[in-house]
Protein backbone atom coordinates (compact mmCIF):
# COMPACT_ATOMS: atom_id res chain seq x y z
CA UNK A 1 0.00 0.00 0.00
CA UNK A 2 1.31 3.57 -1.03
CA UNK A 3 1.99 5.83 1.70
CA UNK A 4 -0.74 8.60 -0.17
CA UNK A 5 -3.37 5.49 0.76
CA UNK A 6 -2.47 4.23 3.69
CA UNK A 7 -2.64 7.92 4.92
CA UNK A 8 -6.21 8.23 3.29
CA UNK A 9 -6.64 4.86 4.99
CA UNK A 10 -5.79 6.06 8.59
CA UNK A 11 -7.64 9.85 8.31
CA UNK A 12 -10.74 7.82 7.56
CA UNK A 13 -10.20 5.40 10.48
CA UNK A 14 -10.04 8.52 12.57
CA UNK A 15 -12.99 10.45 11.28
CA UNK A 16 -14.53 7.21 12.00
CA UNK A 17 -13.32 6.70 15.63
CA UNK A 18 -14.06 10.71 16.37
CA UNK A 19 -17.50 10.29 15.59
CA UNK A 20 -18.01 7.30 17.19
CA UNK A 21 -16.82 9.16 20.44
CA UNK A 22 -19.24 12.33 19.81
CA UNK A 23 -22.53 9.15 19.34
CA UNK A 24 -21.15 8.55 22.87
CA UNK A 25 -21.69 11.67 24.10
CA UNK A 26 -21.86 11.67 28.14
CA UNK A 27 -22.13 9.08 30.40
CA UNK A 28 -26.28 8.16 30.05
CA UNK A 29 -28.45 9.19 33.32
CA UNK A 30 -31.12 6.80 34.52
CA UNK A 31 -32.91 8.39 37.23
CA UNK A 32 -35.65 5.23 38.16
CA UNK A 33 -31.97 2.96 38.14
CA UNK A 34 -30.74 2.17 41.58
CA UNK A 35 -27.40 3.90 42.56
CA UNK A 36 -25.80 0.67 41.98
CA UNK A 37 -27.00 0.15 38.71
CA UNK A 38 -25.46 3.59 37.75
CA UNK A 39 -22.23 3.03 38.65
CA UNK A 40 -22.26 0.03 36.53
CA UNK A 41 -23.68 1.66 33.74
CA UNK A 42 -21.58 4.43 33.93
CA UNK A 43 -18.43 2.36 34.27
CA UNK A 44 -19.34 0.48 31.31
CA UNK A 45 -19.56 3.63 29.61
CA UNK A 46 -16.37 5.45 30.86
CA UNK A 47 -14.87 1.67 29.43
CA UNK A 48 -16.15 2.16 26.30
CA UNK A 49 -15.03 5.76 25.79
CA UNK A 50 -11.70 4.65 27.05
CA UNK A 51 -11.45 2.02 24.59
CA UNK A 52 -12.43 4.63 21.36
CA UNK A 53 -9.55 7.28 22.93
CA UNK A 54 -7.21 4.41 23.03
CA UNK A 55 -7.79 3.40 19.53
CA UNK A 56 -8.14 6.90 18.68
CA UNK A 57 -4.56 7.70 20.00
CA UNK A 58 -2.97 4.71 18.27
CA UNK A 59 -4.64 5.42 14.90
CA UNK A 60 -2.93 9.30 15.16
CA UNK A 61 -0.17 7.61 16.29
CA UNK A 62 0.51 5.48 12.84
CA UNK A 63 -1.28 8.57 10.78
CA UNK A 64 1.53 10.62 12.05
CA UNK A 65 4.69 8.12 11.53
CA UNK A 66 3.06 7.56 7.54
CA UNK A 67 3.55 11.68 7.24
CA UNK A 68 6.84 11.58 8.70
CA UNK A 69 7.82 8.86 6.13
CA UNK A 70 6.21 11.35 3.29
CA UNK A 71 8.20 14.45 4.60
CA UNK A 72 11.21 12.42 4.54
CA UNK A 73 10.85 11.72 0.81
CA UNK A 74 9.66 15.44 0.09
CA UNK A 75 12.77 16.55 2.07
CA UNK A 76 14.85 13.64 0.03
CA UNK A 77 13.54 14.74 -3.44
CA UNK A 78 13.90 18.79 -2.67
CA UNK A 79 17.78 17.61 -1.61
CA UNK A 80 17.99 15.56 -4.86
CA UNK A 81 16.56 18.30 -7.11
CA UNK A 82 18.44 21.14 -5.27
CA UNK A 83 21.74 19.23 -5.98
CA UNK A 84 20.51 18.67 -9.98
CA UNK A 85 19.66 22.48 -10.20
CA UNK A 86 23.51 22.92 -8.59
CA UNK A 87 25.19 20.93 -10.79
CA UNK A 88 23.06 22.11 -14.14
CA UNK A 89 24.25 25.85 -13.23
CA UNK A 90 27.66 25.52 -12.68
CA UNK A 91 27.67 23.21 -16.49
CA UNK A 92 25.88 26.48 -17.50
CA UNK A 93 28.45 29.06 -15.73
CA UNK A 94 31.57 27.02 -16.46
CA UNK A 95 33.76 28.74 -19.53
CA UNK A 96 33.71 27.24 -22.46
CA UNK A 97 37.08 25.48 -23.72
CA UNK A 98 37.83 27.17 -26.49
CA UNK A 99 38.51 24.45 -29.23
CA UNK A 100 40.77 24.39 -31.95
CA UNK A 101 39.04 25.27 -35.63
CA UNK A 102 39.91 23.60 -38.21
CA UNK A 103 40.33 26.70 -40.94
CA UNK A 104 37.36 26.46 -43.77
CA UNK A 105 38.53 24.93 -46.69
CA UNK A 106 38.59 26.88 -49.65
CA UNK A 107 36.77 25.42 -53.02
CA UNK A 108 39.19 25.09 -55.07
CA UNK A 109 37.79 26.30 -59.05
CA UNK A 110 38.33 24.07 -61.60
CA UNK A 111 38.46 25.83 -64.96
Same mark, same amino acid.
Given at each position: ?44 ? !?? =?????? *?? #? %? @??? &???? +? ?14 ? !?? =?????? *?? #? %? @??? &???? +? ?11
Amino acid at each position: MGAGQAIYELRKQIQKITSELKSLGNSPEIPELIQSTNLLRSNEH !LV =EVNSKR *SE #L %I @STY &KQYS +KELEKMLGTVFDIQRD !LK =EILTSQ *SL #L %I @SEP &KKHR +KRSKPRKKSSKK
